[in-house]
Nanobody, 115 residues
């Protein structure tokens, strides 16, 4: 089992930046993938970005050029650098990972972007 703990969510003005962290309880080296999702009030949870075991990345169109996903294997942590934030980015952000034993989710961290 892998436990994931997100941090870094905050209230920020439009145009600002935040960096979210997702700390894993075990080595992330063996994980198949790690992902960031977000869920705005009244909306379905959506995939924001993912990073594969080989380092390949994917972003939803709405965040391309503004968000960067990365991972630090030595510290078992995944990051989401978010720049030029917009009010539409307001949501609870969740990290998840896929392993040979299944998928695991964090508890979420709130990001609020004011206009």
């Amino acid at each position: 089992q892998v436990q994931l703990v997100e941090s870094g969510g905050d209230l920020v003005q439009a145009g600002g930046s935040l960096r979210l962290s997702c700390a894993a309880s075990k080595s992330i080296l063996s994980l198949f993938y790690m992902r960031w999702y977000r869920q705005a009030a009244g909306n379905q949870r959506e995939l924001v970005a993912r990073i594969e075991s080989n380092g390949a990345t994917y972003y939803v169109d709405s965040v391309k050029g503004r968000f960067t996903i990365s991972k630090d294997i030595a510290n078992n942590t995944m990051y989401l650098q978010m720049n030029n934030l917009k009010p539409d980015d307001t949501a609870v952000y969740y990290c998840m990972c896929g392993s040979a034993y299944g998928d695991y989710w964090g508890q979420g961290t709130q990001v609020t972007v004011s206009s």
